[in-house]
C-alpha cells in the first residue's frame, strides 16, 4: 500500500496550494482518506477528511472555509485545495487512509504517505 503526497512548496500569504495525495495498491472504496499536518515543535492536528464511498468530508475549524478536500475516484487520489493561506499554515503536511472511530484522530488511520513541505510566507 502506498500513498503517494505531493503538490506543496512555498506561497506568500493569501495564495493558494492544491495537495494531491494519489493511493494504490488495494481498494480504498470503504475507507477515509485524511490530511494532517505537522509544524516544527508541534503535535500532528488533523486538517480534513473525506469519505471514499459516499463522499462526506470533515475539516478542522482553522481551515474550515479556506481549504476544501475532494477525490477523484478514477484516479484514486484525493486532493486538497488550500486556499487563503496564512503564516500559521506553514506544516508538513499528511495524507492518511483507514477507518478511523474518530475521523480527526490520527491513531485511527492504518496507512500514512511520506509528507509534503508546505510554507507560507508573510
Known amino acids: 500500500v502506498q500513498l503517494q503526497a505531493s503538490g506543496g512548496g512555498l506561497v506568500q500569504a493569501g495564495g493558494s496550494l492544491r495537495l494531491s495525495c494519489a493511493a494504490s495498491?488495494?481498494?480504498?472504496?470503504?475507507?477515509?482518506m485524511g490530511w494532517f499536518r505537522q509544524a516544527p515543535g508541534k503535535e500532528r492536528e488533523f486538517v480534513a477528511a473525506?469519505?471514499?464511498?459516499?463522499?462526506?468530508?470533515y475539516y478542522a475549524d482553522s481551515v474550515k472555509g479556506r481549504f476544501t478536500i475532494s477525490r477523484d475516484n478514477a484516479k484514486n487520489t484525493v486532493y486538497l485545495q488550500m486556499n487563503s493561506l496564512k503564516p500559521e499554515d506553514t506544516a508538513v503536511y499528511y495524507c492518511?487512509?483507514?477507518?478511523?472511530?474518530?475521523?480527526?484522530?490520527?491513531?485511527?488511520?492504518?496507512?500514512w504517505g511520506q509528507g509534503t513541505q508546505v510554507t507560507v510566507s508573510s
Open positions: 495498491g488495494r481498494t480504498f472504496s470503504s475507507y477515509v
Open positions: 492518511a487512509a483507514g477507518l478511523p472511530l474518530l475521523v480527526a484522530t490520527a491513531s485511527g488511520y492504518d496507512y
Open positions: 473525506i469519505s471514499w464511498s459516499d463522499g462526506s468530508t
